[in-house]
Each structure stands twice: as structure tokens, then as C-alpha cells.
């Protein structure tokens, strides 16, 4: 049984990412920053980068590679929006913080390919649109209503029925769906190491392979403490997502890291490349249990869905993807699959994106559910903002509060799996 954590290496984006790893810092660990920031992850990696074009002084420690985690794990589709409709936002937080932070959100697809413009990231970025298939009439109804509450807000958003999904992702396997013209696909290993890249141009200083052993706050900011040394910053930024541990007590007991498992095909002929997937759009299913596919920069099926709990990869997850992939695009059956990897994600209990400032200078963001290449690069502009000016955005600021069945969430989630079949089966939609 391989580790997941191994399967950095065999992934797809780390064999074709064109943004090279960053080398090693050169300078010595500054006495004081403005800024100092644990995860070189997407949260991260643009966090320091927004706050070092602010023309702060940044440091960044990384435990492993900028991109070891999730972030250079995960299906490279940047998908606009939260899990929650417009008006749902508004019923939850009220209406004018509900609809502000629905625009924010709308609009972090459009952040990320800004950013990959302004920056020169050489992450293969396609924009073509994000499709959200429905395998039932039930399930259709829900995403449509959803689809006309973002053209009522002028969102570049279409509805399509079955001969509308089979064009565009090319399979029959759904009924219909919408799509959301405003997503695109990216390298997403590639994406954040020209972040890091990026911010490291601007003055932040970036420390791999560095882990964090400790913090603590002080009267002149926090204590940040590393085997290389220490350093003072007036504000600490945590953007640790699905690889949080116990540096900061309780946060990793408020979500449930889960794998998120992929596999990838050789290279298609060319006629299958026209027809499945083209065009750099991407697709995820309304199932709870759901699959999510794209056509790779070199004409590749990218075909991904849940992985196992835990660091150990679970052969029968791989085998379920592949079997799910020939059950939707029966035309794959003759292809190899090259690429097997997996990462942890980080799901939280309402599905929202948590921020958290326990202590006066201390930011956190995590639990992107499944859209963490826009909404990290989001919460990582916010967070550089909140720690420089003081700018509140509109995702209101939570305590941490740990889950009191954490310790159970093994046999919690197994129990969730078999729901989520249960209601898939009687076609209900996510």
C-alpha cells in the first residue's frame, strides 16, 4: 500500500510544469518582518505575494516544497463561486454581507488568471468554462435554479440540456447541466510556484523545507520558530489547509482532511481530444460522491473523485476511478493510465471557507472544499489586507471551534460515503 504523501512525485503536474521548483533561499533568517507566513501553499504563496507588492517585509516557511500539499495536488480547475447560491450567502450572512461576499467569491476565477497574466506564470491556463453535470432530471432542476440565480446577477453562465453536456465534455452520461464561462483549468503545481516565484521577486523571503516548530506571541508581535532560527512579525499568517497540524491548538480538529485521488490517461488520439473535454473546460458532477474530469495541456483525460482517509492510498479507489471514467467515456477503455496521485483537502462542516483571528495579528484560512485554486488565492489577498490595513472582507471572521466527534471521523466519514450513495441512487442532488 503506497503513501500519498510519496505520490507527490508521480503526479501529472509535477512531470509537466513548466514553472521550475524555487531554489533555495539564500539569505538569512531577517530578525523582524511585517509579515511572516506558515504554508507555501496557494493561501500562502499569494498572501506573500500581496502583501510583499503592498511593500512589506515577508517571510515564508514552508515544511516541505512550495506545492507540496494540495495545492500542487489537486484537478488544476479554477471554479468561481462557493458551494452555496447567491441566495443562499444572502440567507446566511444577511443581505448586503451575503451578496458581497457572493461577488467576492464570483469573482476569484477571475483573480487567479489576472494573476497568472500580471506574473508571467507559465502554468498552461485555459479558460473555457466550468460545467456542473447533473445524472438526473432531479438533479438538473437544482443546478439550473442555480445557474439563473448567477445570470440574474450577469454572470456569464449558460444552461444546458443533454445534447448541450455531450458537445461540450462528450459523453451521454447526464441529462444536462450549466456552465459557468467565468472558470478555466490551469497547472496547479506550476500556478503557485509562480506565485511563490512571483512574491519572492518582490522582496518576500521564502523558506523551504523549513517547518514551523513553534509560536508565540509577544510585545512586539509573534514569535515565530524554526530549526534555522527565529523571526518577529508584527502579523502571522497560517495557510496550512488539509496539511494543518497542531501548531495552532484545535485548528486541524475543525476540518476533516480527506484525499482527493486523480489519475491520468496517456495522451489521446487526436480525434478523442476534439471531442472529450476540448477547449480547456472542465467538469464536476452534482453527486455528493462526485467525479470531476478535464482534458490535461498535452490531451490527457485528468479524471478525479474521493480518496481514502488518511495518508495510505487505497489500491480499490484507483481502480474506482478508472472503472467510473470508462463508464462515462467509454471511448477511454483503450487508454493507459500513466498517472496515480493523491493529496489531502480540506473539507469543513458547513462547506464554508473558514477565517480566523484568534489572537490580535494571527490569520488563518482554510477548508476550500473543493475550489481551493481560486478561493485560496482569494483568501490569501484577504488575509495579506487584513494583516497590512486592517480591511475586513466580506467571509466574517469565526472562532475555532474543533469538532467534537474529530476522533471519530473514520468510521464518521465512512458512514457519510454510504448516505451520500443512498441519496445519489435516489437522484438527489448536492
Known sequence: MSSSAASFERSLWSATAAEPPLGAEASRLAAAVDVAVVGGGITGCSAALAAARAGASVALFEARQIGWGASGRNGGQVIPGLKYDPSELRGLFGEASGAALAEAAGGAADLVFELIARHAIQCTPQRGGWLQAAPSPTALARVQARAREWIALGAPVELLDADGVARLVGTRAYVGGWIDRRAGVVNPLAYVRGLARAAREHGAAIYQDTPVSGI????????????????????????????????????????????????ATEPLPAELQQTIMPGGVCCSETRRLA????????????????GAVGDAEQ??????????????????RGAAITHRWSGQVALTLDGIPHLHEPQPGLLIGLGYNGRGVAMASLMGRWLAGMALRGERPPLPSTPISPIAWHGLRRPAIALGVGWAWLRDRMGLAA
Open 216 to 263: 508565540r506571541r509577544g510585545s512586539d508581535g509573534w514569535q515565530v520558530t524554526t530549526a534555522a532560527g527565529s523571526v518577529t512579525a508584527k502579523s502571522l499568517v497560517v495557510g496550512t489547509d488539509g496539511y494543518t497540524d497542531g501548531l495552532v491548538p484545535g485548528l486541524a480538529q475543525t476540518v476533516l482532511a480527506v484525499q482527493s485521488a486523480l489519475i
Open 291 to 306: 467525479f470531476y474530469f478535464r482534458q490535461s495541456a498535452d490531451g490527457r483525460l485528468v479524471f478525479g473523485g474521493r
Open 315 to 332: 489500491p480499490l479507489f484507483a481502480d474506482a476511478l478508472i472503472a467510473a471514467m470508462q463508464r462515462t467515456f467509454p471511448q477511454t
